[in-house]
């Protein structure tokens, strides 16, 4: 099973560091990044990042 993640984070560096803590996981992760607020409230069909859609619901 995988787990879709997605993180807003301004910060080159801090994201950096979340993707390396997440390389170490045992887990499978997809990790989406996004810089502000209005792209995490975006729906994934509108962001630019590949979701399975098989798990998006679309309206």
Wanted: glycine share 4%; charged share 25%; hydrophobic share 30%.
């Amino acid at each position: 099973m995988t787990i879709d993640i997605l993180l807003v984070e301004d910060n080159p560096s801090d994201a950096r560091l979340v993707r390396e803590a997440f390389k170490e996981t045992t887990g499978k992760t997809d990790l989406h990044l996004v810089t502000n607020g209005h792209d995490a409230i975006t729906s994934p069909e509108q962001r630019q990042t590949t979701l399975d859609p098989s798990r998006t619901s679309s309206s």
